[in-house]
Nanobody, 127 residues
Framework: QVQLVESGGGLVQAGGSLRLSCAAS????????MGWFRQAPGKEREFVAA????????FYADSVKGRFTISRDAAKNTVFLEMTALGPEETAVFFC????????????????????WGQGTQVTVSS
């Protein structure tokens, strides 16, 4: 069992930056993918970024490429999401998630494949 706790959310002005953290308790095996998703009011939860724990391969939604960076600290079982150039439309609750195994990298975007979820952290971008 893995428990995930996000932190680092808050209020930021448009164009600003924010760094989210996700601390995981329990064992993160090398096969795991750690991901970030977000859910805006009235919208579906959507993929933002993911990292493969063993290979440190990184994946991004097209909408955040070049602006967001996912990273991990394996020694601390922590995943980070560095966000820059934020826009008001990105106001959402950001969730950290862990997938025990994803057979194909093409599916890292699929929230249904993630087994463990944090409670989320609110990110509000003011215009």
């Amino acid at each position: 069992q893995v428990q995930l706790v996000e932190s680092g959310g808050g209020l930021v002005q448009a164009g600003g930056s924010l760094r989210l953290s996700c601390a995981a308790s329990g064992t993160i095996y090398s096969s795991y993918y750690m991901g970030w998703f977000r859910q805006a009011p009235g919208k579906e939860r959507e993929f933002v970024a993911a990292v493969n724990w063993r290979a440190n391969s990184k994946f991004y939604a097209d909408s955040v490429k070049g602006r967001f960076t996912i990273s991990r600290d394996a020694a601390k079982n922590t995943v980070f999401l560095e966000m820059t150039a934020l826009g008001p439309e990105e106001t959402a609750v950001f969730f950290c998630a862990a997938a025990q195994r994803i057979e194909s990298r093409r599916n890292v975007f699929d929230k249904e494949l993630y087994d463990f979820w944090g409670q989320g952290t609110q990110v509000t971008v003011s215009s």
